[in-house]
């Protein structure tokens, strides 16, 4: 027994910080559900009394939660593909290939994680300003199309692929490009799933950015919208935590689907050398 109880003792700590975790957002869903007001009694009821959609059906009928739901969807989606090509491309090449100045463009890379992200926000809208991109969805999702992480990511697991695999390619006459395509890709499964969320997060929860670059109204995503209305219905609890539920909704749901591979992903591309 004495034996076991390290044991309980890990496991009780780990169920209480599952519940520290997971109850707000329990506590966020039950609101959403309660009617008008409810939510601002006190002590505040956990369980909502007469659950209700009427906060979901005023987001999406008064509010136009819909259009900046699905703003979000292609401007996130769109991204996550794109991103995925360059990375996946650049990171390989970074892994795979050589050329001249590799080590040192990568190292040059490397270096640029450590300028934060709100130091190149200016240069880069006036870059945007200057190619004409401000106020559409490509200003958005340009800047997004690779990221430094990512190539290190990628690179890092790629560089577990056998050269001796990708060498007897070239032989059998297969080029750069279907190598990448037909041989390397489906190698790159969990890495693929990793980067998959964590590029489709960022993009899903970025604010700073289309409040920058989207001054019109029809184009904001959903972040931005609800913060707008927050502005609004600032006493409205019920109707804000019916939109939070929307933007975590999503991205949970993507988790959930590939969990695994992304697990997998992070340990193994951590690890290689």
């Known amino acids: 027994m004495r034996a076991r109880l390290p044991a309980i003792g890990v496991n009780a700590a780990l169920a209480l910080l599952a519940v520290i975790a997971v109850g707000p957002l329990l506590w966020m869903l039950s609101v959403s559900f309660m009617q008008p007001g ?101 200003g958005v999702v340009l800047p997004g199309l690779a990221s430094v992480f990512g190539i290190f990511l990628v690179r890092q697991y ?50 700073m950015w289309p409040l920058i670059v989207l001054s019109n109204q029809d184009y904001q995503t959903l972040p931005v919208a609800l913060a707008s209305l927050s502005r609004e219905h600032v006493m409205d609890n019920e109707l804000m935590m019916a939109g939070a539920v929307l933007t975590v909704v999503p991205v949970l749901a993507l988790f959930l689907a590939l969990q695994r591979h992304y697990l997998q992903g992070l340990m193994l591309g951590g690890v290689k050398g």
């Open 158 to 207: 790629a560089r577990s692929i056998p050269d001796e695999l990708l060498e007897a390619a070239r032989i059998d006459g297969a080029g750069e490009v279907r190598i990448f395509f037909v041989i390397v890709l489906p190698l790159l499964k969990p890495v693929i799933a990793t980067l998959s969320i964590l590029t489709f997060l960022a993009s899903w929860n970025d604010f």
């Open 38 to 138: 409810e939510a601002a009694a006190f002590p505040p009821p956990l369980l909502p009394a007469r659950p209700t959609l009427h906060n979901y059906v005023e987001l999406f009928t008064r509010n136009g939660v819909g259009r900046y739901l699905l703003n979000s969807l292609a401007l996130a989606g769109g991204t996550t593909l794109l991103s995925l090509l360059f990375n996946l491309a650049a990171g390989y090449a970074f892994a795979k290939l050589r050329f001249r100045g590799r080590d040192a463009l990568f190292r040059g890379l490397l270096a640029a994680l450590v300028i934060p992200a709100q130091v190149a926000m200016m240069p880069l809208f006036l870059l945007m300003k200057s190619l004409g991109l401000v106020n559409s969805y490509a």
